[in-house]
């Protein structure tokens, strides 16, 4: 009896190290029986169990072979039957599961092992029947023969009974974790994001530490925009569930949260997590350059580009536009547009790209006209179009612009359009593109006109050239934009937190005006007068912009418009910040005085290379954004004030 019970014993451990993932261990227990009586049909089984694990399904077939001829049970047919199909034998493998069902057509595991193979060879409805077999048969608390019944059902496309299915897998079995990930995956794959994260949110109430629910529930916030939620949710996942993708995104949270040390930590331990994954060396490397990291930013993008085998085509074209990003911000500016054209490798084409040819900055026949196009931010918009002036001394142009830019664009280049062809201003085309024989995006200009220095300046858009003074008498009218959109995923670091912004209202002597969107006016601080009417354009922006003395923003389309404009713009600028403001593009002398308001803002200070009437003051450190803007608020206050001072004729 002793030794009975010891036989179970040991054989009970090798099927449990088994189910572990322990090989070793399952052999060792089954070999010691067979120690003890070499012809014991349950350890020859265990060992065949242990062959086709290691993927000696040769070896498996033997072994179970020999516990059949010493016990011809049906418990012993499906391990046979798997081994079988490992080696291609499926004919021979549904003859031996047959026996199988035969044998024990009450046994749940024998069902679902039938299921399985005649599913892989091919018999779905006989594999269909076999499944909801096994969930009828199986016990109350059985998740199993569910999530089994569930993934076949996925497997058929029969997507929403297979949620169901396991759905009631993870009610019958709450313990069992991996179903409700499964669950949420399917949902997810479903665009059912509302019930994905109920049922992360349940499976988080029984079992608050899963690490892998922690991670899915953070990775959706994360695709839905919410960062604070998303990297706490992640940061906890990491105590559990320290996987790749789990730090990856973390990483990725804080980066958008404006945390970069702790962006940069999460994304460096996902690197050595897994150092060939080019998507992840790419987040790294970019949280580098946004942190104002350039030269490490380029020995690691041309690292990646150097790399045998090369990563995907999507990450190479993502690595070479990056690489472009770090060359423009380092002055670079032949290479740099040569590589920032890879980001037409992963934008979406605009549909004129199917049925005109592009253009490669030549003349074009007689009659014939340019499509420009974009793609990107209206900011970017405004900061391109002195490149359309530029094509169109070569050719006729037709400008394809959004709608809240087209009245603004019909002021573009102003007298200077009188030595250029005609420029037509049209928004989002219906014509298919007839009146046009070649196209560029806006974006290519420089890249196509072969541009290797910044084109010297004179503003070009608005319907009057703003004027220093304008006429203008009392208190300095200034323009604010503290803040642009929330969806650009350096905002944090971008937009200045209202609280930072208290120390203007204490400059006297100034009217604050909002030039922000009207959208996101409910945004703003109590000192700060809106004056452009709602539904209006950038047009009626513009025309702001002409009533103030100065503007004063962050990096966002108000900078862009007032320096194209020609008024004066003092830009608030994260440390690091966008390629374009980098120091390789001051103005290498201090603009030239001149007796107005304009030289009164710039004095003491270089210009801009794009902008030449733009300041900028920078963040000195890489510091969290609540903490990153008190000194650039003292010293924009401080030249404020000696701004307000010199319009009344005081002491600076």
């Not at 020859?44 to 049970?73: N, T």
């Not at 018999?123 to 969930?135: K, S």
């Not at 650009?488 to 971008?494: I, L, V």
Request: glycine fraction near 10%; hydrophobic fraction near 45%.
């Amino acid at each position: 009896m002793g030794e009975s019970r010891d036989r179970a014993a040991t054989l009970a451990r090798g099927y449990a190290a088994l189910g572990a993932g322990d090989a070793v261990g399952a052999r060792a227990c089954f070999a010691s029986m067979r120690a003890v009586d070499a012809a014991d049909p349950d350890a020859l089984h265990g060992l065949a169990c242990v062959a086709l694990a290691a993927g000696r399904p040769d070896l498996a077939i033997s072994l179970a072979g020999r516990a059949l001829r010493h016990a011809p049970g049906g418990h012993y047919h499906v391990v046979l039957a798997r081994a079988l199909l490992a080696r291609g034998h499926g004919d021979a493998a549904r003859v031996a599961i047959k026996r199988a069902i035969v044998s024990q057509p009450g046994n749940v595991s024998v069902v679902l092992a039938w299921a399985e193979i005649m599913e892989r060879t091919g018999d779905t409805l006989a594999a269909a029947r076999g499944f909801a077999r096994a969930v009828r048969l199986s016990g109350r608390h059985d998740g199993v023969s569910r999530a089994l019944h569930a993934r076949f059902l996925w497997r058929r496309g029969r997507r929403a009974t297979a949620v169901e299915q396991m759905r009631q897998a993870v009610q019958h079995a709450p313990d069992t974790g991996s179903y409700a990930h499964e669950l949420v995956d399917m949902l997810r794959a479903s665009g059912r994001e509302a019930e994905a994260e109920a049922v992360l949110r349940a499976r988080l109430d029984h079992a608050p530490d899963d690490g892998m629910a922690l991670s899915l529930l953070g990775t959706l916030l994360f695709a839905r925009g919410e960062m604070g939620p998303a990297a706490g949710l992640l940061q906890r996942a990491m105590t559990g569930h320290a996987c790749v993708e789990t730090c990856n995104n973390l990483g990725l949270a804080r980066m958008a949260l404006g945390d970069m040390a702790g962006a940069e930590a999460a994304l460096r331990q996902a690197r050595h997590m897994r150092p060939a994954d080019a998507r992840i060396t790419l987040n790294h490397l970019t949280g580098l350059f946004e942190s104002g990291r350039h030269a490490q930013a380029r020995t690691g993008y041309e690292a990646m580009l150097a790399r045998n085998p090369p990563p995907d085509a999507a990450t190479l074209a993502r690595a070479r536009f990056n690489l472009g990003v770090v060359r423009l911000a380092q002055g670079e500016l032949a290479s740099g547009w040569a590589l920032w054209e890879s980001r037409l490798a992963f934008l979406p084409p605009h549909p004129c790209a199917a049925v005109l040819p592009r253009w490669d900055g030549r003349a074009l026949p007689a009659g014939g006209r340019l499509l420009v196009h974009m793609a990107q931010g209206l900011g970017d918009a405004i900061h391109f179009l002195r490149y359309v002036l530029l094509a169109a001394r070569r050719v006729p142009v037709v400008l394809e612009v959004p709608p809240a830019l087209r009245r603004l664009a019909l002021t573009l280049g102003g007298a200077m359009r009188e030595t250029c062809h005609p420029i037509e201003i049209i928004t989002p085309d219906i014509n298919n593109h007839r009146y046009a024989c070649s196209q560029c995006d806006l974006f290519s200009l420089p890249h196509v006109l072969g541009m290797t220095e910044v084109p010297d300046f004179a503003p070009y858009l608005g319907t009057h050239a703003w004027r220093p003074g304008g006429g203008r008498t009392g208190k300095l009218r200034v323009g604010l934009c503290h803040a642009g959109n929330p969806a650009y995923r350096f905002d944090a670091r971008r937009s200045i937190p209202m609280a930072a912004l208290a120390p203007l209202a204490a400059v006297k002597d100034v009217t604050f005006i909002s030039l922000r969107p009207q959208a996101r006016a409910e945004a703003e601080p109590g000192f700060v007068r809106r004056e452009c009417a709602s539904g209006g354009d950038l047009l009626d922006t513009a025309r702001l912009v002409a009533t103030l003395d100065l503007v004063i923003s962050v990096d966002t389309l108000a900078a862009h418009l007032a320096g194209a404009m020609g008024c004066p713009v003092w830009l608030l600028n994260r440390f690091g910040g966008d390629w374009r403001w980098s120091p390789a593009f001051d103005a290498p002398a201090p603009l030239q005085p001149r007796p107005d308001i304009g030289a009164a803002a710039m004095a003491g200070h270089f210009g801009n290379r794009w902008y030449p009437g733009l300041r900028q003051f920078r963040q000195h450190r890489l510091a969290p954004p609540e903490q990153a803007w008190s000194e650039v608020m003292e010293e924009t206050c401080a030249a404020l004030r000696t701004l307000v001072a010199g319009r009344n004729g005081g002491p600076s």
